[in-house]
């Protein structure tokens, strides 16, 4: 017996330059038009690309390009408030192109949403080649602590769930801020609105290619200038190592190096993690740090530079303050 639809919108922005797996995100897509009532994909491709798309995804989904008038730096953004202006859902799941998920995730955030304005899924890896190992152990301690006052704990997804309706009274969000998420997670929480963080929410993601995820290191460090008591932290982390060895202290980097293990596996074992996150994650929480160390001061010398490169220009602003936000002229919707 087939499941009933759930009473929600699944909004994908895309945008690909190249070829990817497109049958298999087309059969997942075809899964997702089968749960819920409604499938947007807002696609911003090249025009070959966007027609091989449409063919693929069929008379299930809906297909369709950004709205003209939005002209924002993330082309995510611009797919994003497409969808939710095109959608006649009151709630709405965002998702990135690598995020999947199934019966069990996809029903219990629609039913979050009940309660909340925004929802924040965990995401995990579903296959581990090495870099997304890696990539986990920073997951992992943001399950401990983020650094931000408004969201200090939980990770930063590839997607969230919104309420149209918080989502049209707050404005939008700025899509030329490049910590998307978190720009929208703070918009909707300074108009008002409650952000659900249910560690114990998995939602499985694809890892990328490891040339993609080497290519986002400075990228993903320079987010954090959203975060300055965080950004502050990373970028003491290598002139504190450098003293520690100057002054004959080294033996304390061994230390430093323990506890963040320590604190990773306590954010792996936080709300039945050990069932999505691999315990040699947490063993590699010291080399997390030691890159986030290297490329938070590639990240600062990118925006003396004027801000870190995106496409073919460079973004300055990682994400907006709460407070700021509150000041904001809205987008039309």
């Known amino acids: 017996m087939a499941a009933t639809r ?3 919108a699944y909004v994908l922005p895309l945008r690909w330059t190249g070829e990817g797996d497109l049958e298999e995100l087309a059969a997942y897509l075809g899964w997702v038009a089968s749960q819920v009532e409604e499938t947007i994909v807002v696609d911003g491709s090249p025009p070959p690309l966007f027609a091989a798309h449409a063919a693929a995804f069929g008379a299930a989904v809906r297909h369709l390009p950004p ?30 192109d690598d995020v999947r998920y199934d019966r069990g ?23 581990l ?31 969230l769930a919104v309420r149209r309706s918080s989502f049209q009274a707050s404005g939008a969000y700025d899509g030329d801020s490049l910590f998307e998420n978190l720009e929208l997670m703070r918009t909707i929480h300074a108009a008002g609105g409650r952000v659900a963080t249910p560690l114990d929410l998995f939602v499985a993601r694809r890892p990328p290619s490891a040339q993609h995820f080497f290519s986002q290191r400075v990228r993903q460090a320079y987010d954090d200038f959203a975060i300055p008591a965080r950004m ?10 450098g ?10 980097i061994g230390v430093g190096a323990a506890a963040s293990v320590g604190l990773a596996e306590l954010g792996r074992r936080r709300a039945g993690g050990r069932s999505r996150f691999p315990a ?27 801000g870190v490169r995106y496409g073919e220009g460079r973004l300055s602003a990682a994400a907006n303050s709460t407070a700021s936000l509150s000041e904001r002229k809205p987008i039309v919707l």
């Open 6 to 8: 759930l009473p929600a």
């Open 67 to 96: 709205a003209p008038d939005l002209g924002f730096a993330m082309g995510k953004v611009n797919g994003v408030i497409t969808g939710v202006r095109e959608c006649s859902r009151e709630r709405v799941v965002i998702a990135d």
């Open 105 to 127: 995730s996809l029903e219990r955030t629609v039913r979050l949403l009940g309660e909340a304005d925004l929802v924040r899924p965990q995401n995990y890896f579903d296959e």
């Open 129 to 159: 080649p090495w870099h997304a190992r890696w990539d986990t152990a920073r997951s992992l301690l943001n399950r401990v602590f983020t650094g931000d006052p408004a969201f200090p704990v939980g990770d930063f997804p590839g997607t």
């Open 232 to 241: 502050g932290f990373w970028l003491s982390l290598l002139p504190a190592a």
């Open 243 to 252: 003293w520690l060895l100057a002054t004959g202290r080294g033996r304390w």
């Open 280 to 306: 040699d994650a947490s063993l590699l929480a010291p080399a997390w740090l030691g890159e986030r160390g290297v490329t938070s001061w590639l990240a600062l010398a990118a925006r003396r530079r004027g």
